[in-house]
Nanobody, 117 residues
Framework: QVQVVESGGGLVQPGGSLRLSCAAS????????MGWYRQAPGKQRELVAT???????NYADSVKGRFTISRDNAKKTVYLQMNSLKPEDTAVYYC???????????WGQGTQVTVSS
């Protein structure tokens, strides 16, 4: 049974920072690429950042230079450091992970990030 659990969301003022964490579990299952996505009210879910098991990283243009994705393979955890937050970053942030070799993708339940003064 694979579980993906996000944490670290909350309310922050514009210009502030938050660090999201996402822990995957599932016994001896191997985890491939992991990523962060977000969905704002009335909008479609969009990619924020992804990282492969080998460390290859991809960012959405809207977060480049402000967000940093990283992972700890031993802990099966992926992080998203978010700096210089803007009101338009407000959304529910979701984590996903891809299982090797099935390539099935599992999603977490999401964590709310609100950027407001």
């Amino acid at each position: 049974q694979v579980q993906v659990v996000e944490s670290g969301g909350g309310l922050v003022q514009p210009g502030g920072s938050l660090r999201l964490s996402c822990a995957a579990s599932g016994g001896s299952i191997r985890f491939g690429a992991m990523g962060w996505y977000r969905q704002a009210p009335g909008k479609q879910r969009e990619l924020v950042a992804t990282i492969t098991s080998g460390g290859r990283i991809n960012y959405a243009d809207s977060v480049k230079g402000r967000f940093t994705i990283s992972r700890d393979n031993a802990k099966k955890t992926v992080y998203l450091q978010m700096n210089s937050l803007k009101p338009e970053d407000t959304a529910v942030y979701y984590c996903n992970t891809q299982i090797i070799p099935s390539m099935i993708v599992y999603w977490g339940q999401g964590t709310q990030v609100t950027v407001s003064s």
